[in-house]
């Protein structure tokens, strides 16, 4: 029973941690994982989706804990902790009292060996009783003779083994001590010093590293006190942020809840207007029933009568409404300003379903106005390209509306000049300019700027950052990266293409997640696993594949084409690479190295150290392979090809193309090269 179970531990591994869970949570679409392993997964993300099979969640689902599944794990866990041989095992041993250090013996007199010793002589290496050192004491003979009290209990451990001598000499060069019979034979020539000299140098040694400790200690302690001062002053500003945003969303439902009841008000009124009129022909027709009735007793009434002379004297007139057709109008709701509801609540679900889909960093992009496009498409021309702030540092206010993304075409059009009633000169938008061409501040723009910085005043959480230091700043996750035909730093992919290289997957490495296809130069995640044999060469635990090529000298240059750029890594690593443990992942050991998307993070491995990267969202990367200066170097390919990373390193086996790629449905293509 416990080795059947234990056989469900491979299934029982949180996918992001590759570990056994730990407070397991499932989601909706059936998949489970490490509550805390999850919660890091979805920080700073919105829409959150399954790292697994990417479904995604409008709503940030609430985590609840999985006990049947948990249940499941303590099981295996006591039965792996049942099955385990008793010396791996952890036995309990109850503390026993802690026995007194016994009391150190006497030393003895060397000559009576009965009475306890006073004093130890150097020279003669032996111990004395109060008795037997006299003559030390009073025959000038032994004056020479160096006397220690209290007496040695080590004596034995002082005198040259060899020599029988007493270890006074210090030797530096060897660093050890010996006798004056060592001076004269084996260290003869060596440099050499009393013992109780060398111990002052030591000393002194110690001391000096004692203060070094003590200032680094110190240091550390200091610094672990601005961290904590730093921790409180993060959770301010969190909170702030967050009552900011939480007002923000706030705002936003109270427009679209209000504009929602203007909607139902717009239906009702119409809904009522339709009933009115229908009321009103229901009510004139039966009327008009009544008096065809009326002329239809008459009319009964006339035949009944016998007397033809009364009959044939006597008229009916037809009423007037006979001549009046009746109808059904057809009626609806489709007024103008219903139809103008809908179709603008239409397209604006459309535009926050286009906005949301994308990573929060691009979003604001996508919601810039006109006047900043045209900023940013004249940085390009020839200026560095500006970092875009949030919408409240931008001036808008909650009720403002952004204007959609236009033509960026549009914006490198000269505007067209023209002249007003006082001569002075305006483009098409309207903007004043001098006589020498340049836009004079109008009122308008004016009274937009004290707006801004009116709204600035109001939303302080902008500035609150900057007492802090660069590297204790929090991310702004609002900031768009650069796109990289912005950036200056490029290559000219065409002098790296002359170092292209054919590669394929080797299929002997391929995880059997990882499905191989068009020749072995795609792969792509499924969730059905590969029909591999298991052989040692085979990744087990990551869905990790390698290339069958790896390089040794020479550089060389290949190209990989994304279908998603989350949850994937582009690498290198060693043919020993581990295939099996829980060090198998790119980057988390000595032998490989890798560039991993994680959601929107982007980061560089190697040795399980970890650098955060800025995200060019490249759908092609590069990678250069320089063996002989050891070094490889990654790049966002487009037109042309831009840097984002190097390795430096130095190769000590051939190094081989590696991949990771976890979502299900996500590939990763070998390009082909050409020009």
């Known amino acids: 029973m416990a080795t059947s179970l234990l056989n469900l531990e491979e299934d029982l591994t949180c996918s992001i941690c590759l570990c056994p869970f730990d407070g397991p949570v499932s989601l909706a679409c059936g998949h489970?994982?490490?509550?805390?392993?999850?919660?890091?997964?979805?920080?700073?993300?919105?829409p959150v989706s399954c790292p697994h099979c990417r479904t995604l969640y409008t709503v940030r689902p609430e985590l609840k804990r999985n006990t049947v599944l948990s249940a499941v794990v303590d099981t295996i866990r006591s039965?792996?902790?049942?099955?385990?041989?008793?010396?791996?095992?952890?036995?309990?041993?109850?503390?026993?009292?802690?026995k007194p250090k016994p009391e150190p013996k006497p030393v003895l007199c060397d000559t009576c060996m009965v009475a306890k010793a006073e004093s130890t002589c150097m020279t003669c290496a032996a111990s004395f009783c109060s008795e037997h050192v006299r003559p030390h004491r009073d025959n000038p003979v032994y004056r020479a003779h160096r006397l220690v009290e209290p007496p040695l209990a080590d004596l034995q451990h002082r005198l040259c083994a060899e020599h029988a001598k007493l270890l006074e000499f210090y030797c530096v060069q060897h660093e050890r001590s010996m006798c004056s019979g060592c001076l004269q034979e084996q260290h003869r020539g060596c440099a050499f010093c009393p013992v109780e000299e060398q111990r002052g140098k030591t000393e002194s040694e110690m001391r000096d590293k004692l203060g070094t400790l003590d200032c680094k200690i110190e240091k550390n302690q200091l610094v672990i006190s601005q961290m904590r001062e730093q921790q409180a002053k993060l959770?301010?500003?969190?909170?702030?942020?967050?009552?900011?945003?939480?007002?923000?969303?706030?705002?936003?439902?109270?427009?679209?809840?209000?504009?929602?009841?203007?909607?139902?008000?717009a239906l009702e009124k119409d809904l009522e207007t339709g009933q009115t009129k229908l009321?009103?022909?229901?009510?004139?027709?039966?009327?008009?029933?009544?008096?065809?009735?009326?002329?239809?007793?008459?009319?009964?009434?006339?035949?009944?009568?016998?007397?033809?002379?009364?009959?044939?004297?006597a008229s009916v007139d037809m009423p007037s409404v006979v001549a009046f057709d009746p109808y059904a109008p057809r009626i609806n709701l489709d007024s103008k300003a219903v139809i103008a509801y809908?179709?603008?609540?239409?397209?604006?679900?459309?535009?926050?379903?286009?906005?949301?889909?994308?990573?929060?960093?691009?979003?604001?992009?996508?919601?810039?106005?006109?006047?900043?496009?045209?900023?940013?498409?004249?940085?390009?021309?020839?200026?560095?390209?500006?970092?875009?702030?949030?919408?409240?540092?931008?001036?808008?206010?909650?009720n403002e509306a952004f204007s959609p993304p236009r033509d960026p075409g549009a914006a490198k059009k000269k505007p067209r000049e023209r002249k007003d009633n006082k001569g002075e000169k305006k483009d098409s938008r309207g903007e004043q300019k001098d006589n020498r061409g340049q836009k004079k501040d109008s009122q308008g723009h004016k009274e937009h700027r004290e707006r801004r910085e009116e709204r600035a005043n109001r939303f302080p959480t902008a500035g609150m950052t900057s007492s802090f230091s660069s590297m204790d700043r929090i991310p702004d996750l609002?900031?768009?990266?650069?796109?990289?035909?912005?950036?200056?730093?490029?290559?000219?992919?065409?002098?790296?293409?002359?170092?292209?290289?054919?590669l394929m997957f080797d299929?002997?490495?391929?995880?059997?997640?990882?499905?191989?296809?068009?020749?072995?130069?795609?792969?792509?995640?499924?969730?059905?696993p590969s029909p591999y044999p298991e052989i040692p060469a085979r990744f087990t635990v990551c869905s990790q594949v390698l290339c069958s090529k790896g390089f040794t000298q020479g550089r060389h240059y290949w190209e990989v084409k994304m279908s998603s750029n989350n949850f994937c890594g582009i690498g290198l690593a060693y043919g020993s690479m581990d295939r099996k443990g829980p060090c198998s992942r790119l980057g988390r050991n000595a032998q490989s190295w890798c560039v991993e998307w994680f959601n929107v993070k982007l980061s560089a491995w190697h040795r399980s150290e970890e650098t955060v990267l800025s995200n060019p969202n490249p759908s092609r990367v590069g990678v250069?392979?320089?063996?002989?200066?050891?070094?490889?170097?990654?790049?966002?390919?487009?037109?042309?090809?831009?840097?984002?990373?190097?390795?430096?390193?130095h190769f000590s086996e051939p190094v081989y193309p590696a991949f990771w790629i976890f979502s299900s449905g996500s590939s990763i293509n070998l390009c082909k090269l050409t020009n």
């Open 32 to 46: 489970s994982f490490c509550q805390q392993c999850l919660e890091a997964a979805w920080r700073n993300v919105d």
């Open 79 to 98: 039965a792996s902790d049942a099955i385990m041989p008793p010396s791996e095992s952890v036995r309990e041993v109850p503390m026993a009292k802690p």
């Open 235 to 265: 959770k301010d500003i969190a909170a702030v942020r967050k009552r900011a945003l939480e007002a923000e969303y706030q705002q936003l439902r109270d427009l679209l809840q209000r504009d929602e009841s203007e909607a139902m008000k």
């Open 279 to 313: 009321s009103t022909l229901m009510k004139k027709f039966s009327q008009n029933i009544e008096k065809m009735n009326g002329t239809k007793d008459e009319i009964h009434r006339l035949l009944t009568q016998s007397d033809s002379m009364d009959f044939l004297q």
């Open 342 to 398: 809908h179709a603008c609540v239409v397209s604006l679900k459309e535009q926050i379903s286009k906005i949301l889909s994308q990573p929060v960093e691009n979003r604001l992009s996508l919601l810039k106005p006109e006047s900043e496009k045209a900023d940013t498409d004249q940085a390009g021309a020839g200026t560095p390209p500006t970092v875009l702030p949030n919408p409240r540092e931008r001036g808008f206010g909650p």
């Open 478 to 502: 609002t900031k768009s990266v650069p796109d990289p035909a912005d950036m200056r730093t490029f290559v000219k992919r065409n002098d790296l293409l002359k170092y292209g290289t054919i």
């Open 507 to 528: 299929q002997r490495t391929a995880h059997r997640r990882v499905a191989l296809s068009e020749n072995n130069t795609k792969a792509s995640v499924s969730d059905e």
């Open 624 to 649: 250069l392979l320089d063996c002989d200066e050891g070094s490889a170097t990654f790049y966002s390919v487009s037109d042309r090809a831009y840097p984002f990373h190097t390795f430096v390193f």
